[in-house]
């Protein structure tokens, strides 16, 4: 006599994955054997789940967007071969801010890693306490060729615990990098080149070398470092 047990002993999302024995009378251990089934639970939906960015980082994302107007310097940068475009034109209210221009997400906390709005012909002053310093999980930060009309370069460009890419070249800072810059410790690349009114005084620059110990590039060029 043949005799079948069937046993459901693990379900997880996606699957349910139950065990068949099989074996004979008198038992004998060399006829007993397992047979794995593997189903669909379709108690639940086998679809890939989608995910869509915080609202507090689109809100910061926004009010960053609204804090520059958009003028065209396409032709005064067209000798660098680069691609000038409002890159925030597509940053609209109630639409996943992974999915806008110049943002990168997570793919599975989908929180903002990257921020690139290099020749984006943002225009304006740039605030002290400006959005990006509200995103806390970015990796990558790219602001070159926009023109920030000689605003101070603010001491919380060094809050981003995470931050291994920083790019503000040509962005018309001005005054003293700040010494905060130096606890960038993840960092790996840094340009600040092109900015004719930033001073990189001696003391940043030493702690940025003792305490960024990642860092591959730095790209000074064009700034003063009189001091």
């Known amino acids: 006599m043949v ?5 459901p002993f693990i379900s997880s999302h996606y699957y349910s994955i ?5 074996y004979s009378e ?19 939906s086998s679809s890939s789940v989608t995910h869509s960015c ?11 967007k609204t804090s520059f107007s958009i003028r065209d310097t396409s032709s005064y940068y067209d000798y660098f071969g680069v691609k000038f475009y409002p890159k925030t034109n597509s940053w609209q209210e109630g639409s996943d801010c992974c999915s806008w221009d110049g943002v990168t997400c997570d793919n599975i906390k989908c929180q903002v890693i990257g921020l690139d709005l290099s020749c984006s012909q943002l225009y304006g ?8 310093f509200h995103l806390p999980h ?21 809050q981003f615990a995470s931050l291994v890419y920083l ?11 700040p010494s905060e810059v130096s606890h960038l ?10 900015n004719d009114f930033l001073k990189f005084d001696k003391y940043t620059l030493e702690r940025l070398v003792e305490n960024s110990t990642e860092v591959r590039q730095l790209f000074l060029d064009g700034i003063i470092m009189s001091s």
């Not at 139950?18 to 099989?22: E, K, M, R, Y």
């Not at 008198?26 to 639940?44: D, M, R």
């Not at 040509?170 to 003293?176: D, I, L, R, W």
């Open 18 to 22: 139950s065990l068949l024995a099989a």
């Open 138 to 158: 970015l990796q990558k930060l790219k602001l070159a060729f926009n023109r920030f009309n000689s605003s101070k370069m603010s001491s919380k460009f060094g």
């Open 3 to 7: 005799i079948y047990a069937f046993s």
């Open 125 to 132: 002053g740039f605030p002290s306490d400006s959005s990006p």
């Open 167 to 177: 790019n503000l070249s040509q962005t018309v800072f001005a005054g003293q990098v």
């Open 185 to 194: 410790s993840k960092l790996v690349s840094l340009d600040l080149s092109l």
């Open 26 to 44: 008198p038992f004998n251990s060399s006829t007993f054997f397992f047979f794995l089934n593997l189903q669909p639970n379709l108690s639940s």
């Open 54 to 64: 915080f609202p507090e980082e689109a809100a910061a994302l926004l009010q960053f």
